[in-house]
């Protein structure tokens, strides 16, 4: 049974291609004010699972449910309170910043759009690109569109797909200071991916390290590196992507 | 079915057609190139057979719907495409959008476009070559519905085309008007062809809108029998270039190229 203050909670997700598992048996949950790490390699399986989480890509097995609805039986429903921001899915560059904003904004049912937008608009420092292309943008700034897209619907599952992987330290800094001050003022879960270590310690309350497509380790990225023997978040990261195996046990 | 869906699909398209004169302009240009062309021609040819059928109404008028049934297609199709050269497919699926909230959206999109079309050409046709639009008036509307229903029924299913090959497939989307032409008998009688051409054109319901166009100029009853078989022709077609749009769509989602469509990942 799912925790109950669970917003996400995935059971037994598998994805195969012909004879490859690109992920297996993965089983996890995502609570209320909760950031939580999907760490791992390169191929590891964690951008299978957002697509999965996201609805574009069908699982092989397993259950994901959003809120307690079921992704499979009810793929409307459930996405009307998840949203994204990915690094390599940044909204269309030849509309401008409010237009995409006001055609997402509808697709996801935003109530009281126009005022919505505003909110974001403010809340991300893009008043000044409201009426720019979103191709003109600096990586940054198309970062911060992209997350004011996924805040429009004030989502209560956000998944975020390496959101800081194109930006300087500082942008990255303001960045996780915005997503940290949203989680702990909304009531929404929120699953990060990033290889950034120093970020996932600052930011997550909870990490889950995939290894080809198994999920290996759980837990606080503040003490899970000392229950490992390792020195830093980022040793136990490397270990496990050299030496899955020695994690023996993948967790249920 | 949620209206407001299918009205962000369309805005969209409205946005870019609205800040574009890049694509703005060829949803009139060609046509009116079109019309320009085969006016002249059907001057001419009236010119120099003066007893001999209205060239103006058959070739003029035949080249004046065989172009608003392209646009219809292309509409339906470009609107598709504006997605894929984004490679917007990942941000609006992982909405609550559904398949059928979006093939509405673009068709939605085809019909504005194609209406600025239709309404040029006529214009174009009847102020400089004196095309007797108003003299058919309301005959004239089961011809361009029965094309209107094909080419969206065309246009869904090249889109499902290039959904399943990949965005270099596009080069085959535009000349599928051209390929089916021959067979349509846009410019002469389905008599003409040879059986096996002719057995291809009864499936083909513009075949019956242009063999009913130059039956209604040479005098002869109102079409409203074959016209209304095309018409039924034309929805089933739409119908089933819907199911095959949604089955490539699944298969996308299964395989996992929706999620990773773009043109380095799949041409």
């Given amino acids: ?252 | 079915m949620n209206p407001r869906h299918v009205a962000a699909i369309a805005l969209r398209q409205y946005y870019l057609l609205r800040s574009s004169p890049t694509r703005l302009v060829p949803l009139f240009a060609w046509v009116a190139i079109d019309i320009v062309l085969w006016g002249f021609i059907a001057r001419y040819l009236d010119r120099i057979a003066p007893h001999g059928p209205d060239f103006l109404l058959t070739l003029l008028g035949a080249a004046l719907l065989w172009d608003f049934f392209t646009r219809i297609m292309h509409g339906v199709t470009t609107a598709f495409l504006e997605d894929v050269w984004s490679r917007n497919f990942l941000n609006l699926f992982a909405t609550p959008l559904s398949v059928s909230e979006y093939v509405l959206g673009l068709v939605l999109t085809s019909i504005a476009t194609s209406l600025v079309g239709l309404a040029v050409m006529l214009a174009l046709a009847s102020l400089a070559f004196g095309f007797p639009f108003l003299a058919y008036g309301a005959q004239f509307v089961p011809f361009v519905v029965v094309l209107f229903l094909f080419g969206i029924a065309l246009g869904i299913l090249a889109s499902a085309m290039v959904l399943r090959l990949g965005p270099a497939s596009e080069w085959l989307v535009w000349p599928i008007p051209a390929l089916l032409s021959p067979f349509a008998s846009v410019f002469y009688p389905l008599a003409v062809l040879p059986a096996w051409m002719q057995a291809i054109a009864r499936a083909l319901p513009p075949s019956y809108v242009f063999e009913g166009l130059r039956a209604l100029v040479a005098g002869k009853p109102f079409p409203l029998r074959e016209l209304a078989w095309a018409a039924g022709l034309a929805a089933a077609q739409i119908v089933l270039a819907y199911a095959c749009f949604v089955a490539v769509f699944r298969a996308t989602v299964r395989s996992g190229l929706l999620a990773r469509y773009s043109a380095e990942s799949t041409a």
């Fill in chain 1, 1 to 252: 049974m799912p925790h109950a203050s669970a917003i996400l909670a995935v059971r037994d997700l598998g994805k195969r291609y012909g004879t490859t598992r690109a992920v297996d048996g993965v089983s996890f949950e995502v609570r209320r004010n909760e950031i939580v790490g999907l760490l791992g390699p390169n191929g590891a399986g964690k951008t299978t699972t957002i697509n999965m989480i996201l609805g574009v890509l069908a699982p092989s097995a397993g259950e994901i449910r959003i809120e307690g609805v079921d992704l499979a039986r009810e793929r409307e429903r459930a996405l009307a309170s998840t949203n994204f921001a990915a690094v390599y899915a940044p909204l269309p560059g030849n509309l401008t910043v409010q237009q995409n904003l006001r055609c997402f904004g509808l697709l996801y049912g935003v109530r009281d759009l126009a005022a919505r937008i505003e909110e974001v608009l403010a809340e991300f420092d893009l008043m000044r690109f409201r009426h720019t292309r979103c191709g003109l943008l600096s990586s940054g700034e198309q970062t911060r569109v992209a997350l004011a897209k996924a805040m429009l619907n004030r989502p209560r599952l956000l998944l975020l797909d390496e959101p800081t992987a194109s930006l300087d330290p500082s942008a990255a800094q303001h960045i996780r200071h915005a997503i940290r001050a949203i989680a702990s003022r909304d009531t929404l879960g929120i699953l990060w991916t990033s290889h950034n270590m120093y970020e996932v310690e600052a930011v997550c309350d909870r990490v889950l390290f995939l290894s080809q497509g198994r999920l290996l380790l759980e837990g606080d990225p503040k003490t899970l590196p000392r229950e490992h023997g390792a020195p830093s978040l980022e040793a136990l990261f490397i270990r496990v992507a050299r030496e899955p195996l020695t994690f023996a046990e993948p967790m249920a």
